[in-house]
Nanobody
Framework: VQLQASGGGLVQAGGSLRLSCAASERTFSSVGWFRQAPGKEREFVASISWSGGSTYYADSVKGRFTISRDNAGNTVYLQMNSLKPEDTAIYYC???????????????????WGQGTQVTVSS
């Protein structure tokens, strides 16, 4: 499975971006977004179950970010609103192994990773 993340860019604080994660095939599994800022460890942002009926967010983005998916198009989205400078990071999407349908915040639970897309929020 190959994942392609896109949609990053430069935005002012308070602005919005929508990230996309396109999969080369159906994963039949949950998908997550993670981010990594310079000098910091990769951290969990959001996860969505295979059905889309269950989502899970990091406290730092709850109420501002929304994860969703379009299984027909093999794409997962991350809508980011009210962006803050501390949201600046490379954002990665990741998918769990086949038929692992439940959400998870753990990096090690994800088998497939995209290449990342840079998000920069200016103050």
């Amino acid at each position: 499975v190959q994942l392609q993340a896109s949609g990053g860019g430069l935005v002012q604080a308070g602005g919005s971006l929508r990230l996309s994660c396109a999969a080369s095939e159906r994963t039949f599994s949950s998908v997550g977004w993670f981010r990594q800022a310079p000098g910091k460890e990769r951290e969990f942002v959001a996860s969505i179950s295979w059905s889309g009926g269950s989502t899970y967010y990091a406290d730092s983005v709850k109420g501002r970010f929304t994860i969703s998916r379009d299984n027909a198009g093999n794409t997962v989205y991350l809508q980011m609103n009210s962006l803050k400078p501390e949201d600046t990071a490379i954002y990665y999407c990741a998918a769990r192994n086949l038929y692992n349908v439940h959400v998870s915040p753990r990096v090690n639970d994800y088998a497939y990773w995209g290449q990342g897309t840079q998000v920069t929020v200016s103050s």
